[in-house]
């Protein structure tokens, strides 16, 4: 074969073990920033090329409904953010959403989760079979968790089957901490992930 070959199929190599890397979640898109990012240059075309060649497809669902909780705020759980999500350091703003998750054993089960609003970074998160009347007034819906937990849902939960919650907690536990807060690069941080954000910030009050 000329070297001209070679080299794209030296390329398509690439292309598909950052996509297995991705456990097959990553579109065109980010696999041009992480192949770039790793001294790989390229064009998102490029890169959709030889997914198309190579029968490379996201596994994420792109259907998300999402279960809304509706009511009215008790006067001491305002929303102080009043929907301005914009900050230039982690900390000064948090976000807190609920969401749904079906099991086999016990049936309906619940998420809630923290964001850093800066970083993206989820720093906190309580699983379980019940959602108790704390856990539900600290559920303000916002539009940064809901974002969230859509790509939970499509990346990770309709993906599978869990029959009870520790089964159903082990693969939260291994999406947030494994793959959401130090693997997964986000597009509203710069295409890196939410640890490297959070990182960043530290160095800069260091």
């Not at 108790?132 to 559920?139: R, S």
């Amino acid at each position: 074969p000329s070297n001209k070959r070679m080299e794209y199929e030296k390329f398509g190599r690439k292309v598909k073990q950052a996509f297995e890397d991705s456990k097959r979640r990553y579109g065109a898109v980010k696999l041009c920033h992480v192949l770039n990012g790793a001294g790989t240059p390229c064009s998102i075309k490029r890169v959709q090329r030889h997914m198309a060649e190579q029968g490379l497809r996201s596994v994420v669902v792109k259907k998300y409904s999402h279960h809304a909780n509706h009511g009215s705020i008790p006067d001491d759980k305002v929303n102080i953010l009043e929907r301005d999500f914009g900050t230039e350091t982690i900390n000064p703003k948090w976000c807190t959403d609920i969401t749904y998750i079906h099991v086999q054993k016990e049936g309906w089960t619940y998420l809630a989760s923290v964001m850093d609003l800066c970083s993206r970074k989820i720093i906190g998160y309580a699983y379980g079979t019940s959602m108790t009347a704390e856990l539900a007034m600290k559920a303000v819906e916002n539009a940064c968790m809901e974002s969230f937990h859509s790509v939970l849902k499509k990346e990770e939960i309709y993906l599978h089957t869990y029959q009870d919650t520790k089964e159903a907690r082990r693969a939260i536990f291994e999406y947030i901490e494994g793959w959401y807060n130090r693997k997964r690069i986000h597009s509203a941080i710069g295409y890196i992930t939410p640890q490297q954000k959070e990182d960043e910030e530290l160095k800069k009050t260091a």
